[in-house]
């Protein structure tokens, strides 16, 4: 794929299937028919998913450490996925402060078997030192990471990871944001979703559902 | 702007398509050819991953056309032959015998007994089992991974009849490695049973693989518990004729039915007979026909079925299946046959006409007997079947007046764009998807089914009596994307509200979520509309028993219950299961005593 410059080369990386649905490899055998089994490709499921939703992207955390999406935070992990932005007035600090609870009943598994990732919507704004301040105010223990990086990227996330809302106007107002949050397990491609208000047990709950190997994982 | 490269790939790829036999025509129509005739790039499966170069923002979705944002590989219509469900077959037994008590040491997943095994001891047994499948959707696609119930999916169709009670045990054979998307802890739910609790599927009683559940099916009338129908065992006008099975998983419904676990449930009695020579003498056997319906992306590199993991909006497929295949023909007599059809979604709201593609313009009338599986009070002749994911429809279509060789689609003409809802147009005819296409074909045979038209009464609809009711509304909304009921988010520790055993009750559900329609679903009993905006429901269809209402756009609509003789927990919920899976539940039950809590 030549003449693409870095940003759409990105999208690519991002996980948007080959732009052109028969133009690209693994397609070019003439020999092949509309039905032949050569003509389609094999990805393993967890690929897939790593591809469409999960880009390398560097982002920073509130420790001000580097680290890449799929590498450092999302292999490998069962994890629970959240936006929020620091002058978020009516929604984020509830949802952070049920967060809280969340992480006090997972005890000393969160930073060890649960992890959590809270991605900023203000980035601009929401510096590591901003988010840094943000955590201890709430008294955030280890296991969660509050997260920011270059704008452009973060709202590509956004869209990715389903955190939008159809109506446009909706979507454009930061006050309106997705307050549910995303569980998963990204080695069994398990995802689930719930409120980010929903009671606390009620999320410790969902996350033993997505607990392998590590929890009683039946049927594993 | 496409290099040589990519302009001479292009066109190579063309020539396979055509010498494949995809005219140039179906490209065209398929969407995937510009006007200069280079295959059109397809944006992937979800608009929302291209926001960098100004794709559409929000959710995937596309019109009724399919076309749009998904993007599944092309697929020919019509190349493959219906399929007709699997009747599910008794067993002469279970073993180990089923009991009352969960059998935990065998190996059941179950944790609660029997309420009514005693009462209503089982005649007939059955197993099912679910397992990962293979299935053939489209001689286009490759032969792919499913999750089915023996093997199918959709799975069989049992034929049950009242005063039979059954037992059924269910086997979880399901992989761990669920292949991208699904959960193989299961609980199955028969949609709409009069069904105890401990059998209904209870999203929260799910089971493990390894695991089976036994479900009793007592198969009775509601009203069995009061002595008014005591001679009749229940209440007649209370007949359910349609219902279906599927998996209702807490927080992994939509992956679960989207990847097959679904099947059809048929309920007979002394007048829906299954014999079209007696009772209401409709039609039958061959000519009993269920079909289930739902949407499907499949991803354009691989070919396999795709679930947007990610998206809690709703999810829009462009691809249309029948009982489990794409756009199949189905080769009809020319009489009349009973469709039973049942919308599976995960999120698609439909409305289906008949359409003549060789003369647009005509329209075909036909006749609705049933909505959501309940015989209305008689049949009422219809242009168009709306259905929201879960509503059903028995309709009677008479064959005979079309010609032999004639081909007829069943078209989808309502409009949507994303999960929030159709947009209000129907599209004009052949503008819309067809799901199938019926080939009226000779021999006649014979039809002893009676007109629909000369039939004048099912069954009377149950009084409604306002004079005890127990009042509640339900308030749906949505704030930053949560789907709250009464302001409140549902778990499954949480009971809302307790219903008294043999009480009447009149629910106003009100939609506040702005921009979405929802078809909302309640468990165990059948419902009547009462109103809707304040007037009774306007469509004659309407005026029946039902189990999923449809709230359009901030609506208000009152419905009756009378809730009788079974106790224990049953949800309600938004039946779009992309939404169900967000919590858009209510988790409730019934016992000896209730309360009167009027905004639970």
């Given amino acids: ?220 | 702007m496409p290099n040589k490269k990519d302009i001479d790939n292009a066109r190579k790829n063309r020539l396979e398509l055509i010498a494949a036999g995809v005219t140039r025509r179906e490209l065209f129509k398929m969407g995937l050819l510009t006007s200069a005739g280079y295959l059109v790039a397809k944006k992937g499966l979800s608009s929302r991953a291209w926001g960098f170069d100004g794709g559409k923002g929000g959710g995937g979705g596309n019109d009724g056309g399919g076309g749009g944002g998904a993007a599944s590989p092309p697929t020919r219509s019509f190349v493959t032959p219906f399929r007709n469900l699997t009747v599910k077959q008794p067993v002469a037994s279970l073993n180990p015998a089923p009991t009352i008590a969960p059998n935990t040491a065998a190996g059941e997943g179950r944790t609660i007994a029997h309420q009514a095994f005693t009462k209503f001891p089982p005649q007939k047994f059955y197993q099912i089992t679910q397992s990962q499948i293979s299935a053939t959707v489209s001689p286009d696609l490759p032969t792919q991974t499913f999750w089915g119930f023996d093997g199918e999916a959709p799975g069989p169709v049992y034929h049950a009849k009242y005063g039979e009670p059954i037992l059924v045990r269910n086997v979880n054979n399901l992989p761990a490695n669920n292949g991208g998307f699904g959960n193989n802890t299961v609980s199955t739910h028969l949609h709409n049973g009069h069904t105890p609790s401990e059998s209904d599927g209870f999203p929260c009683f799910f089971f493990n693989s390894g695991q089976f559940y036994d479900h009793h099916y007592p198969n009775q009338l509601a009203g069995f518990s009061d002595p008014q129908f005591a001679a009749t065992g229940g209440d007649i006008r209370e007949s359910l004729s349609t219902l279906f099975y599927h998996d209702h998983r807490i927080d992994f419904t939509a992956q679960n039915v989207y990847k097959g676990l679904v099947g059809q449930y048929l309920l007979f009695n002394q007048f829906d007979t299954g014999d079209e020579t007696t009772g209401f003498r409709l039609p039958s056997g061959q000519f009993d026909v269920p079909m289930i319906f739902g949407d499907k992306v499949f991803d354009p590199n691989t070919g396999l079925a795709f679930f947007d993991l990610f998206n809690t909006d709703g999810i829009l497929g462009d691809r249309f299946l029948v009982n489990g295949t794409i756009q199949p023909f189905f080769q009809v007599a020319p009489r009349r046959y009973r469709l039973r059809w049942t919308n599976s979604g995960p999120s698609r709201w439909v409305q289906f006409f008949l359409t003549d593609p060789n003369n647009l313009s005509a329209s075909f009338p036909f006749f609705q007997i049933a909505n959501d599986g309940n015989l209305l009070p008689k049949p009422v002749q219809v242009t168009s079947v709306e259905l929201g994911v879960a509503e059903r429809a028995d309709v009677i279509i008479d064959f005979s007046k079309f010609r032999p060789g004639q081909s007829i689609l069943l078209e989808n003409r309502l409009e949507q764009q994303d999960g929030r809802g159709p947009t209000g147009n129907v599209l004009a005819a052949g503008q819309g998807s067809s799901y199938l296409r019926f080939d009226v074909v000779l021999p006649a045979v014979a039809d002893n089914s009676q007109d629909p038209a000369t039939i004048t009464k099912f069954y009377d609809l149950p009084t409604i009596d306002l004079s005890n009711v127990v009042r509640r509304s339900f308030n749906f909304q949505r704030g930053n994307g949560q789907w709250q009921i009464n302001g409140k988010f549902a778990d499954c520790n949480t009971n809302r509200f307790t219903v008294k055993q043999g009480s009447t009750e009149l629910w106003t559900l009100t939609n506040s979520s702005g921009g979405w329609m929802h078809p909302i679903h309640i468990h165990f009993e059948e419902h009547q509309i009462v109103s809707r905006n304040g007037a009774p429901p306007p469509l004659a269809v309407e005026r029946s028993r039902k189990d999923v209402v449809e709230l359009h756009h901030n609506e208000s609509v009152q419905i009756f219950f009378r809730f009788r003789d079974f106790l224990g927990r049953y949800p309600l919920h938004c039946h779009n299961v992309v939404h169900e899976d967000h919590a858009m539940m209510a988790l409730w039950s019934i016992a000896p005593t209730g309360d009167t809590n009027p905004n639970p």
Avoid at chain 1, 207 to 219: A, R, T
Wanted: proline content about 5%; charged content about 25%; glycine content about 8%.
């Fill in chain 1, 1 to 220: 794929m030549s003449n693409i410059s870095r940003r759409k080369s990105l999208a690519f990386l991002a996980g948007a299937p080959a732009a052109g649905w028969l133009v690209g490899k693994g397609l070019q055998s003439s020999a092949s028919t509309l039905a032949s089994e050569d003509r389609w490709k094999q990805v393993d499921p967890r690929e897939m998913i790593r591809q469409r939703y999960f880009p390398n992207v560097v982002l920073t955390t509130h420790e001000n450490k580097k680290v890449r999406l799929y590498d450092d935070l999302v292999k490998d992990k069962v994890m629970l996925i959240n936006f929020m932005y620091t002058s978020c007035e009516r929604l984020c600090p509830r949802v952070t402060q049920n967060l809280v609870h969340v992480q006090k009943l997972l005890g000393d598994r969160m930073g060890r078997d649960f992890f959590f990732y809270s991605f900023s919507l203000d980035p601009k704004n929401d510096t590591a030192k901003v988010l840094s301040d943000y955590a201890a105010m709430h008294k955030v223990g280890p296991g969660w990471s509050f997260l920011t990086g270059d704008p452009d990227e973060i709202e590509h996330l956004r869209r990715i990871l389903g955190f939008t809302d159809p109506d446009p106007e909706q979507d454009k107002d930061k006050d309106s944001h997705i307050g549910n949050v995303r569980y998963g397990n990204e080695r069994r491609q398990l995802w689930g979703a719930c409120p980010g208000m929903s009671q606390a047990d009620f999320i410790v709950e969902a996350l033993s559902w997505v607990d392998w190997p590590k929890g009683q994982k039946p049927g594993a």
